[in-house]
């Protein structure tokens, strides 16, 4: 059985500070919580490297038990210090650390789709997108600095296991336009100005740039290589930046050129 540890335990203490964007860049991790998403990070081989569980949720995940079984460190909390760690109204009773993740802007760009959010600040929206860039076959995703974290815990829960699975990077309009010229990579920005995005032309890798939900593509803008627009045929003025985005990442899918070298 896991040991035991109170509300003021360090280890749960740190645990807590991973809440917070400060925490997470100063302990080089970050934190999630429920059964699925542990299910999605264990898939994924992610590095499990603490484990907070309530009597109760220890007992009825199997997944934990395992974990605890290969010597990962679990530690058994109440469910007031539950209510500490947790962000949520209702927590689950499993709560999880594990590394950061980033990855070179190159190595990302060099994958035929990649997905910027540009300083998008929406947490819900951003886990959206990750979701969908992985459902449409995107090497990764690269975060705007002037947006939200990566591992905000509500990107997280919105991303789902993608969050586990996805290569992600963060970067500056200056910093895309020269990784992505350095790379072959064409980027196309997400705009209801733009062209036609099922005319899009053929390219063996791309970008595609989704904007902030109020101010568009603003200063990457001058990244992109041509901007992209969704026709719509009803009267909608614009639509969600998640939705936009997906539908646009479909589309740019469905339009990648073959594979291209290293």
């Not at 090497?139 to 829960?157: E, N, Q, S």
Request: aromatic letters at 4%; proline letters at 6%.
């Amino acid at each position: 059985m896991p040991t035991r540890a109170g509300a003021h335990n360090e280890r749960v203490l740190a645990a807590r500070a991973l809440l917070s964007a400060k925490g997470r860049r100063e302990q080089g991790a970050f934190c999630f919580e429920g059964p699925t998403l542990l299910a999605e990070a264990v898939r994924s081989g992610a590095d499990i490297t603490m484990l907070f569980v309530t009597d109760e949720a220890y007992a009825r995940h199997e997944d934990v038990r395992t974990l605890d079984a290969r010597g990962t460190p679990v530690l058994s909390v109440d469910d007031r210090t539950m209510h500490k760690l947790s962000d949520v109204e209702t927590p689950s009773g499993v709560f999880a650390v594990t590394p950061l993740r980033y990855a070179a802007l190159d190595e990302i760009l060099c994958t035929p789709l990649t997905l910027v959010l540009a300083d998008v600040n929406d947490p819900g929206n951003a886990g959206t997108l990750l979701r969908s860039a992985e459902a449409f076959g995107a090497g990764g995703a690269i975060f705007g600095r002037l947006g939200v974290d990566p591992y905000h815990p509500k990107v997280v829960r919105a991303a789902m296991g993608a969050i586990f699975r996805l290569r992600l990077a963060e970067a500056d309009p200056v910093t895309l336009t020269e990784a992505a010229a350095a790379a072959g990579c064409q980027v196309l920005g997400l705009d209801a100005g733009g062209e036609d995005l099922r005319a899009m032309p053929p390219a063996s890798r791309r970008a595609l740039v989704v904007g902030h939900e109020r101010r568009g593509l603003g200063p990457w803008e001058a990244a992109c290589t041509r901007r992209i627009a969704i026709p719509m045929a009803g009267p909608t003025e614009s639509l969600n930046a998640a939705v936009a985005g997906s539908i646009a990442l479909y589309e740019a899918s469905r339009a990648i050129e073959g594979p291209a070298g290293p």
